[in-house]
């Protein structure tokens, strides 16, 4: 992403309005919706690229939000996240594919849990949802396991692809004159005369107002700007595999695990390239920043074949009795660290909470509603076509929307010259 990415000749302007720490999903979108809104912007990452803490490996899953609290910050933030992708996704040449969800209940336990979670998607306003009884389960997944009792299904639970989303986010920002630096890490922070005073391994910043959107480094860049950090962060390593293609025929829809008290379960769902993904797990670490596959046992099982099983306990078309062609075989496991180590259906962390001026910090759900006082410089120039405006989204077509997932994945090409090469 050489050219996209212009941090070294600009190295001279240090005055902006924000500076946004951390260049994964959310810094990206942040810059993308200040820089529309006239903002003078900079995002920093200490990576080498962008997206490389969690960002990088999540299951691509637009969320409806009909699991989350109702009413709270974090509702709002995923339904308003969903109407935007919704409606700029066809400018911006990003894929989706339409699959819904299925909370499938496999006990009497969890199918007597399954009316909450029906009762709270209508709360928060995901009205098509449906319970379903197994005869119309296995009418729409014919090939699911036998032994499904019922399941919440939700139409709307869709699939993206998790790199060209914030890569197009950043690529519209920096085309509206945001910046970005890599290989970039915050040293020192300092708020006075009304403004951060920053110290950075590039050289020093100045901004009205500093973003925080480190991932699992948030609480060390909370406690590094204000001498303490409200928030803890306990990671957690989820692995994924990744079946091959012939898998994408044994189901259609994304299938959920009913919740339990440490982790919303393991996910079996089809990709944006036509394969299967099946995880994740949930590791406690002390780690932050090592992200590998490992291989180690649990209860006699590797990691990888610990959720093989889980998929061929839920799918009879990957079933190990299949002929030897046809059945999936796993790519190498893939994994990601994650904010974790609490009950996941706890959500009294959620919710705002007092920071000192200028400082907000975007780590599980610790938003503000506050306004940011931008100064008037220009409209937003968020519409293709904007007169004497710098390019919108009509002119930016990343080449994520392939219509044919048969073949190698291909690069994302921006404006016919800048080439991702973060894979």
Not at 123 to 131: C, I, K, Q, R, T
Not at 158 to 164: E, F, L, M
Not at 172 to 193: C, M, P, S, W, Y
Request: with cysteine.
């Amino acid at each position: 992403m050489e050219q996209i990415m212009p941090g070294k000749s600009s190295v001279s302007r240090r005055e902006f309005d924000i500076v946004i720490i951390g260049a994964g999903v959310i810094g990206c979108a942040m810059a993308r919706r200040f820089t529309l809104e006239g903002a003078k912007v900079i995002l920093i990452e200490r990576a080498a690229d962008i997206l490389a803490g969690a960002s990088k490996g999540n299951s691509a899953i637009l969320h409806t939000g009909f699991d989350a609290e109702p009413q709270s910050l974090e509702l709002k933030c995923m339904q308003d996240g969903y109407e935007e992708y919704q409606s700029i996704r066809q400018r911006l040449g990003l894929p989706l594919l339409e699959t819904g969800a299925m909370v499938v209940a496999w006990s009497e336990d969890e199918l007597a849990r399954l009316e909450p979670i029906f009762e709270t998607a209508k709360a928060n306003g995901v009205g098509d949802v449906e319970l379903l009884q197994p005869g119309r389960i296995y009418a729409r997944e014919p090939q699911l396991a036998r032994g499904a009792l019922g399941a919440v299904l939700v139409p709307r639970e869709h699939i993206i692809d998790p790199w060209s989303a914030p890569l197009a986010y950043l690529g519209q920002a920096v085309d509206h004159g945001a910046e970005i630096r890599r290989n970039t890490e915050l040293k020192a922070a300092q708020f006075r005369n009304g403004a951060w005073q920053l110290e950075t391994t590039s050289g020093p910043l100045a901004a009205h107002w500093l973003i925080n959107c480190a991932g699992l480094f948030g609480d060390k860049v909370e406690e590094l700007a204000l001498g303490q950090s409200s928030f803890t962060i306990k990671p957690r390593k989820g692995q994924f595999i990744i079946l091959d293609k012939a898998a994408a025929a044994s189901m259609r829809t994304t299938l959920l695990p009913v919740p339990n008290e440490r982790t919303k379960g393991i996910v079996l769902c089809r990709t944006i390239f036509g394969n299967v993904l099946v995880g994740p797990t949930a590791e406690e670490t002390d780690e932050r920043d090592i992200a590998a596959a490992t291989t180690r046992r649990s209860r006699g099982e590797t990691r990888a074949g610990l959720l093989r099983n889980a998929g061929h306990r839920r799918l009879c078309g990957l079933a190990p009795g299949q002929r030897v062609e046809a059945v999936p075989h796993p790519l190498p496991p893939r994994a990601s660290l994650y904010r974790g180590g609490r009950d996941p259906l706890d959500r009294s962390h959620r919710g705002t909470r007092h920071c000192p001026p200028c400082l907000r910090s975007l780590q599980g759900g610790r938003q503000r509603r506050d306004r940011l006082p931008l100064r008037e410089r220009h409209a937003p120039r968020d519409r293709a076509g904007a007169a004497g405006r710098a390019r919108g989204e009509g002119h930016w077509r990343p080449q994520a929307a392939h219509p044919r997932h048969d073949g190698p994945l291909p690069g994302l090409l921006l404006l016919g010259r800048r080439r991702c090469h973060c894979r």
